[in-house]
C-alpha cells in the first residue's frame, strides 16, 4: 500500500497492510537522526523508516508586512534557547491593553482571508498523490493566548467573557475562511483537517467543561461539519488530560484523537480503546516525556508492540510520538521504534 492507502484504510476500518506511522519531531531532533542514519535528507530517512508522511498545504501570507518578530497578528516573538534546541515565545500581546470589545474594535485590525494567497495549493499537491494531503483547519484559542497574554486570557473566560466571544468570532471564521478556499482550490484531495486546541494538562483540563461548551465547542463543531463537507477526516490534537471531554467533541465530530498522552491522568489506553475505540482513530501514544527521551531501546520496543496490542486491536490506530520527538532523545529510540512499529505492525 502507499502511505495515503494505509492511512485511508484505517480511518474507514479497512484493514491495511500493516499499521501506517506517521513523524513529528522538531527540526534539530530530525537532523539528529538523519545523522545517525546516515542519509541524505527527510524523504531519506522517511523511506528507510517506513514512515507515512503527512504532506501539508497552505496559502502564502502577502498581506501587510508585519513588524520585525512579528506574525500577522501583531503578536511578537522571541527566540528562546533551552540547550538543544529554540522556540519562539511570544513575548508582546497587542490587544493585551484592552478592557473592551469596543476597545477591540476601535483599535485592532484583523486579518482577513485576502491577506493570503492560494493560488500554487495546487502545485504544492501535485505528483504528491501517494500520501495523505492535510489542510485547513483551527487552533484559535491558541492565537487568542498570544493576543491576550496565557494568564489574562484565562481570567477573560470569567472576567470578559465577551471579549473571548467577539475574538474567537473573529478568529474562527478566518480559519473557517481559509480552509474553505484551500478546499476550493484542490476539491477532494484534503485527507485531513486539523480542529484543535490544547485542553489538557497533566491531572485534569485546562477549562471548565462548561467553558470548553460555551467559547469552544460551537465554533469548533463549524469547522468539523465544513472538513466533512468537503470529504476530509477531522484530526483533533489536545495534549494532556482531556478524557471528560471527549464525548462532547465526539459528538460534535472529531474522527481522529492525537497525542494519546497516556500516562496523563485518564487517558489509560486500555480504557479509551474499551470505551472511545468504535467511535475514534487513535494516533500517537508513543510517549516522549519518558520512554522516548529517556527510557532504553528495550522500554521503546515494548511501549510500541503494547500500542499496537491495545490500540491497534481490531484497526483504528496509527503510529506516532504523542507531539514533537525533542532533541533530547536518543536517535536510537527513535529508530528502535519505527524498527518495532514495522516489524510488529500487521492489523
Not at 516573538?77 to 484592552?98: I, M, N, R, W
Not at 470569567?158 to 484542490?186: G, M, S
Not at 486539523?194 to 485534569?204: I, T
Amino acid at each position: 500500500m502507499t502511505p495515503r492507502e494505509r492511512w485511508l484504510a484505517v480511518l474507514r476500518r479497512e484493514k491495511p497492510d500493516r499499521a501506517p506511522m506517521d513523524y513529528w519531531a522538531t527540526g534539530e531532533a530530525t537532523q539528529k537522526l538523519i545523522r545517525r542514519l546516515g542519509v541524505s535528507d527527510t524523504k531519506a530517512m522517511y523511506e528507510r523508516l517506513h514512515i507515512d508522511p503527512v504532506i501539508g498545504v497552505g496559502p502564502h501570507y502577502v498581506g501587510p508586512p508585519p513588524a520585525e518578530a512579528a506574525d500577522q497578528f501583531g503578536c511578537r516573538y522571541k527566540t528562546v534557547d533551552y540547550g538543544t534546541g529554540v522556540y519562539s515565545e511570544c513575548v508582546y500581546h497587542p490587544l493585551a491593553q484592552f478592557r473592551s470589545v469596543e476597545e477591540v474594535e476601535a483599535n485592532y485590525q484583523w486579518p482577513i482571508p485576502d491577506w493570503w494567497d492560494y493560488s500554487d495549493i495546487a502545485d504544492q499537491a501535485a505528483g504528491k498523490e501517494d500520501y495523505p494531503i492535510r489542510g485547513g483547519g483551527s487552533e484559535p484559542f491558541l492565537t487568542y493566548k498570544n493576543l491576550r497574554g496565557q494568564e489574562q486570557a484565562f481570567i477573560d473566560l470569567i472576567e470578559n467573557p465577551e471579549i473571548v466571544h467577539y475574538c474567537l468570532d473573529k478568529l474562527f471564521e478566518l480559519a473557517y475562511q481559509n480552509t474553505l478556499r484551500i478546499y476550493e482550490r484542490i476539491p477532494g484531495k484534503v485527507m485531513i483537517s486539523y480542529v484543535a486546541e490544547d485542553l489538557g494538562s497533566q491531572e485534569s483540563l485546562l477549562f471548565s467543561p462548561a467553558q470548553i461548551r460555551e467559547f469552544l465547542l460551537p465554533r469548533m463543531k463549524r469547522m468539523m461539519d465544513l472538513a466533512h463537507e468537503a470529504g476530509a477526516y477531522v484530526f483533533h490534537h489536545s495534549d494532556g488530560a482531556i478524557r471528560e471531554i471527549l464525548p462532547d467533541l465526539i459528538e460534535a465530530g472529531i474522527d481522529v484523537l492525537n497525542p494519546i498522552q497516556w500516562r496523563c491522568k485518564g487517558m489509560e489506553r486500555d480504557r479509551l480503546k474499551r470505551d472511545f475505540g468504535d467511535k475514534l482513530i487513535f494516533h500517537g501514544a508513543v510517549d516522549n516525556q519518558y520512554t522516548l527521551a529517556y527510557g532504553t531501546v528495550e522500554e521503546v520496543r515494548q511501549e510500541v508492540i503494547d500500542n499496537l496490542r491495545i490500540l491497534g486491536k481490531g484497526g483504528g490506530y496509527i503510529l506516532a510520538p504523542c507531539h514533537n520527538i525533542q532533541p533530547i532523545s536518543p536517535p536510537e529510540n527513535i529508530v528502535a521504534m519505527y524498527d518495532t512499529g514495522y516489524e510488529y505492525g500487521q492489523m
